[in-house]
């Protein structure tokens, strides 16, 4: 009775003492009682080997979980490393054409003979600037029409050492012997100067080709803008400039720009007829 007795005892622990979570004591106790007892011995062997199998299937899982997740893992750094080599390539070359175009519009720049014709549209107004300049000479008239109507004109015209400021507005007509500052209308460009600068806008602007105004571009779209740029010549052809808020809209400004380098003649800067116009000190 008393050895069926230890079998159950014995039994109860062998879980425990597979695990190795008896103490010593116990251990010697199980050691000594298995020295005597086929039986407890025999339960000792299965549950070792269910034990075993168990890890097996156990080390199986882990092993094939492990492999999945290391092949997902591969997966998903190729995909990552092809998106930041695309990425790169992608902002390289909008850096590239951004410094190309800057290059250009330095060089067209340099020229002091020039036409310049904008056109500035904002809600219902239209603004018309057209500029012959050659040299430190110029003649430019700036337009402004609302709705259709013109409702001012100004006209500036500088020639040698005398320059002459000419408004018409509301049928009123005034000359003054001054100029007015940003008459001298400069070919514009919208990239700035630097591979480096030019590379920090590239991570925020995106650049595509396009045509405009009869003109092969490149068009730099950002949040709120887009910026045509002339792919031969690195200047501005168009801006549109978009209020960020639909209550605003009407406050969207397009400009188009048109330059035509080499062709002013002292005949195109011809001084202004100021008959009928009141003279302002």
């Known amino acids: 009775m008393k050895e069926k007795r230890d079998c159950k005892i014995v ?3 062998l879980p425990n003492y597979i695990e190795k979570l008896t103490n010593e004591e116990t251990n010697m106790y199980i050691d000594e009682h298995l020295k005597e007892c086929t039986e407890c011995k025999k339960v000792l062997d299965n549950m070792q080997k269910e034990l075993s199998i168990k890890n097996n299937k156990r080390d199986e899982r882990e092993v094939k979980y492990i492999k999945k ?13 092809t ?15 951004m410094f190309s175009l800057s290059e250009k519009a330095k060089e067209n720049q340099l020229y002091d003979n020039y036409y310049a014709k904008l056109y500035s549209y904002q809600g219902n107004s239209l603004t018309i600037t ?7 000479d110029y003649l430019t008239t700036i337009t402004r029409f ?8 100004l006209t500036c015209y500088k020639k040698g050492t005398e320059q002459l400021l000419l408004t018409e507005t509301e049928g009123k007509k005034y000359i003054k012997n001054f100029e ?7 070919p514009v460009t919208y990239v ?35 910026r045509y740029m002339d792919k031969e010549t690195g200047l501005a052809v168009r801006i549109i400039e ?13 400009v188009d720009y048109d330059y035509k380098f080499n062709t002013v003649t002292d005949s195109d800067i011809v001084k202004p007829d100021t008959t009928g116009y009141t003279i302002i000190e």
Do not use: P, W
């Open 11 to 13: 039994q109860d622990l």
């Open 69 to 81: 997740f290391s092949n997902k893992m591969k997966i998903l750094k190729f995909i990552l490393l």
């Open 83 to 97: 998106l930041i080599i695309i990425y790169i390539i992608v902002v390289g070359r909008r850096t590239l054409i």
């Open 130 to 136: 057209e500029s012959y300049n050659k040299g430190e």
């Open 146 to 153: 609302v709705n259709g109507n013109q409702i001012q004109k």
């Open 180 to 186: 007015i500052m940003g008459a001298h209308i400069l």
């Open 192 to 226: 700035s100067n630097g591979i480096l600068t030019n590379m920090q806008y590239a991570f925020i602007t995106g650049v595509d080709s396009a045509y405009c105004n009869g003109k092969e571009c490149y068009v730099m779209k950002g949040k709120n803008y887009e």
């Open 242 to 254: 978009n209020s960020s808020k639909d209550t605003t809209r009407k406050t969207d400004m397009i």
